[in-house]
């Protein structure tokens, strides 16, 4: 039977056909009944020469088989050819390395090129370029499989008929174009994969097929200097994600970076910033465009050009637009608010409201409420005013823009207004009402919220996220019991608690400590600790367990408060495999668990029932629920349930239906292991864009019918199997887009729908759902970003608080001090989009007690209204460590990415625990001063 070839060079140049044979520089093809070296392999067995080709049978998890050393020269220009069938498909991968020094005999995560595998038993050739030029030397190749799932382990073979590695030879003409018309040169960028591509008279049209795949441009030497923008004009009919992938001189293997689309079919100039892409540095090799990562999507691309600022006119967009209160009743006087953003390279001038119709009893106040501001390139702008509300609403209100880069079409928005409750001011949050519910639902907690810098990017990226709270503080006792009322009013009874301890060093306890422990009903909730054991290695030892089991004793489980099952304490612990890795192998982590086990015992408790949140979450493998088990785990449970049943074309972006119809199985999967009790889990939804920028994953059309549909299946699944305690996602992991607690996106109804699912309804109805507003409280509202160049701590933090691993946070003296608690230590700050160009240094005034090692340095890093916080947008300092202070100065205006406007500051004042920091003043001085 004739080969199938799949070319796999993702982002392949367009080589001419008299280069596609190229030269072998080294080639296996097993046909003299050896395995020619291809000795040393991984969860493969049965590995043997048979009928000219290496086979085996794929055993496990991670199969690989490594090949004999060799020593060739490595260029751009090498393409890796295999031919191989399998019945297992997915995704395979070469790894290559020039050493043999590492933890994995010279082969590291970085160096490794995939490419996707069909199992469908037949043969098939693939050409896989790796982009491994910077290694200088390639001497090892490693092959890795497809990874089978559990049930087919050992089920599964395949057959190699030859490996080879092929030098076609550099491009006899590299372009330096930074600007390609496609309109004019349709042929100058060439279809991979699976895109096709046809010139029409608009432009370059592309279509995805069943596999996007990207276009490539000519090949190039491009040097990137200060190009820091990929402008893109096009219009694409579906998707939500499109990719720029690139080749830099500077680095091995193929980048990527993502960027949103507005698939409505309408050209648009898509200006895709790099900055904050590290190796968007030295020469362009490749570039490469996949308009859409939707299956079927056709794009129609008029030009591509490499720019040092964004291109196009003012392309303005309403990224939100509504009541801005998560509640609305009839009476007081509601704000409303407009969230624009210019994606274009123009500022958007002479913008106004043309239009906006409310619903019969709704209309503006005043007479200022048109005219909008300016919005510059790239800045998210809100235009607030006032509507007033004399009668209940529900409906849809209309807005129309006119001005330069405004929508062309009106803007349809959701408007909900409610009946007054008719309450009378309250000095304090009512009494909770408990519903009577047969099930112990408990849901996880995330105390994140100490600073305004945390919730700056969800205001702004995510404003429909607005918690009925506001942007709240959530050490407020107050803030507290609201949280506690809601709760306990819809069927939840306990919070399951991040909580954060590292060799001693504790963090994000504010909740707890300042919160809750002061909270005026907090006997109405139940905690427990989730112990967010992502510690740096060597942090679990047999001492610190002593000591971590010890505070527990002193300080949480003599609460009444503190959840138990069967008198024992439960501890729920993220990382078990954490706690592996420090102790050499389960009988470590049995020793560890056997020391706090003791320990309890000898303090009058029966026990600590520990309940593992197991890595990886959604794995049902049964060896791994064993392995957990027999280390002295009583249960098992997850964090949330990410799981799309295999069905996601994107597993970076897919629709929260996948989760609703993958979530059953899931669990029966879970209990037909049949060897530890576990929580069924409910899924609060993930969208972490806020925090994570273009490396989010983001799981969209979150409803609330699809959450009830979830609870209705968990419920059902705990009638049948008789388990009656119910896991609940993150109430409030906002950032991370996995969130439950009342916001102005869903109002009540997702506690609703989980109250109305698994609670009994009173006689006399369900309790009403109050806030604040309501019975005249609140705002509890963080303090928002102020307009400084200096930040002296005269009186208080001024707007920076802890971000990650800091403890003791606190104002001395006209300082902020704090101690570390881990190696990755940070405070942050948000900014009012502060000009670049007006800041040439940032003077950071700091005393630290000692160093872990000398050159250990501190970093500063940005955000600006278009790069997210990365290396790239960082510059690094060396530190003293005697003490006393010293005036770091910092020349963030040399670095080629501190541009156009900064957003916010995160500061990692040194990188290793257990470290006493205060810092007496930072000021941003302007270019010259």
């Known amino acids: 039977m004739r080969a199938v070839t799949v070319v796999t060079f993702v982002l392949s140049c367009a080589i001419a056909a008299a280069q596609d044979d190229g030269r072998t520089l080294i080639e296996w093809r097993f046909d003299a009944g050896d395995l020619e070296g291809w000795g040393v392999a991984n969860h493969i067995t049965d590995l043997r020469v048979e009928d000219g080709a290496m086979t085996g049978t794929i055993a496990d998890w991670d199969p690989f088989v490594i090949g004999p050393q060799f020593d060739i020269p490595a260029t751009a220009w090498q393409v890796i050819e295999v031919r191989l069938r399998t019945d297992q498909g997915g995704s395979g991968e070469f790894f290559w390395t020039n050493t043999t020094e590492s933890q994995y005999g010279g082969f590291s995560p970085g160096k490794e090129t995939p490419f996707e595998v069909i199992g469908d038993g037949q043969w098939h050739t693939y ?384 909740w707890l400590h300042d919160g809750y422990m002061n909270a005026r009903y907090r006997g109405y909730l139940k905690w427990c600790m989730m112990w967010a054991n992502h510690n740096p290695p060597g942090t679990h030892s047999e001492e610190d367990q002593r000591a971590v089991t010890q505070y527990w004793l002193d300080h949480y489980f003599g609460m009444p408060e503190y959840y138990t099952i069967d008198g024992m304490p439960v501890v729920i612990i993220w990382s078990p495999g954490r706690m592996r890795g420090d102790m050499g192998g389960s009988e470590g982590v049995r020793r560890l668990l056997g020391i706090s086990q003791q320990m309890v015992r000898d303090a009058g408790y029966p026990g600590i029932c520990f309940v593992a949140m197991k890595f990886p979450e959604a794995s049902t493998d049964p060896a791994m629920i064993q392995q957990l088990a027999d280390e002295g785990f009583a249960m098992t449970t997850i964090y949330h349930y990410m799981g799309h049943g295999g069905q996601a074309a994107d597993a970076r972006n897919y629709p929260f239906e996948l989760v609703a119809d993958s979530t059953l199985p899931f669990l029966r999967a879970w209990r037909d292991a049949d060897i530890i009790p576990f929580f069924p889990s409910i899924s609060t939804g993930w969208d972490s864009r806020p925090w994570h920028g273009d490396r989010a994953t983001v799981i969209h059309g979150r409803t609330v019918p699809l959450f009830e549909r979830i609870c209705r299946d968990v419920k059902g699944f705990a009638d049948e199997t008789g388990l009656r305690r119910i896991a609940v996602g993150p109430l409030n992991e906002w950032g991370e887009g996995s969130y439950l607690e009342p916001c102005r996106e869903f109002g009540f109804d997702m506690y609703d729908a989980l109250r109305d699912v698994f609670c009994e309804e009173p006689e006399g109805g369900w309790p009403p759902n109050i806030t604040p507003r309501d019975v005249g409280l609140g705002p509890y509202d963080l303090p928002s970003a102020e307009g400084r160049e200096v930040w002296d701590f005269a009186d208080n933090a001024q707007g920076w608080g802890p971000f990650m691993g800091l403890t003791d946070f606190r104002v001395e003296d006209g300082a902020i001090c704090f101690t570390t608690t881990s190696n990755d230590p940070a405070l942050s700050v948000a900014l009012p989009e502060i000009l670049a160009s007006d800041v040439g240094t940032v003077v950071i005034r700091m005393r630290i007690d000692e160093l872990a090692e000398e050159g250990e340095r501190g970093q500063l890093f940005w955000s600006t209204t278009t790069a997210p916080v990365s290396e790239a947008t960082s510059v690094r300092f060396e530190l003293i460590g005697d003490g006393e202070y010293h005036d770091y100065v910092l020349p963030v205006g040399e670095s080629d990415r501190w541009r156009r406007r900064i957003t916010s500051f995160r500061l990692d004042p040194c990188s290793h625990a257990g470290a006493g920091v205060c810092i007496d003043e930072i000021r941003m001085e302007s270019r010259g001063e």
């Not at 030497?221 to 939500?240: N, T």
């Not at 006032?386 to 880069?405: C, W």
């Not at 919730?455 to 404003?463: D, H, Y």
């Open 127 to 510: 050409r896989v370029r790796p982009y491994w030029h910077t290694e200088g030397r390639i001497i090892l190749l490693r092959l890795d499989l497809p990874r089978p799932e559990p049930a087919d382990a050992g089920r599964r073979s395949f057959a190699v008929d030859f490996i080879r590695i092929v030098d076609l030879g550099e491009p006899a003409q590299l372009g330096a174009d930074t600007h390609w018309d496609l309109r004019a040169q349709p042929e100058a960028w060439t279809a991979e994969g699976g895109a096709t591509v046809e010139p029409t008279a608009e432009g370059l049209r592309v279509s995805a097929g069943d596999q996007p795949g990207p276009i490539t441009a000519p090949p190039l030497r491009l040097p990137v200097d200060e190009r820091f923008w990929v402008s893109i004009e096009m219009a694409v009919d579906a998707g939500s994600i499109g990719l720029v992938r690139w080749v830099s001189s500077d680095e091995a293997g193929v980048q990527s970076q993502r960027f949103e689309l507005r698939p409505d079919g309408r050209f648009h100039v898509y200006n895709v910033d790099m900055s904050a892409a590290r190796h968007w540095a030295g020469d362009l090799l490749l570039l490469g465009l996949t308009p859409s990562l939707q299956p079927g999507a056709t794009a129609t691309i008029r030009s591509v050009t490499v720019a040092e600022e964004p291109l196009g006119p003012a392309d303005i967009e309403v990224t939100w637009a509504g009541l801005e209160e998560a509640v609305n009743r009839v009476g007081p006087e509601l704000p409303f608010v407009v969230w624009l953003l210019n994606r274009g390279g123009e500022t958007a001038t002479n913008l106004r409201i043309a239009d906006l119709q409310l619903p019969p009893g709704m209309a503006p106040v005043g007479d200022d409420w048109r005219a909008l501001p300016e919005v510059e390139p790239f800045r998210r702008t809100a235009h607030r005013f006032t509507v007033a509300a004399t009668r209940p609403a529900s409906g849809e209100a209309l807005l129309t823009l006119s001005g330069a880069g405004a929508p062309a079409e009106p803007v349809r928005i959701p408007v909900e207004v409610t009946p007054s409750l008719g309450l009378p001011p309250a000095d304090y949050v009512p009494e909770p009402q408990p519903v009577a519910c047969d099930y112990e639902i408990g849901a996880y907690y995330f105390p994140g919220w100490a600073s305004r810098a945390r919730w700056q990017p969800v205001e702004t990226l995510a404003p429909e996220r607005r918690p009925v709270l506001g942007w709240y503080d959530e050490a407020r006792p107050e803030v507290v019991d609201w949280q506690i009322k809601w709760a306990v009013e819809h069927g939840i009874g306990l919070f399951m608690v991040d909580w954060y301890w590292s060799a001693g060093s504790r963090h994000l306890e504010h």
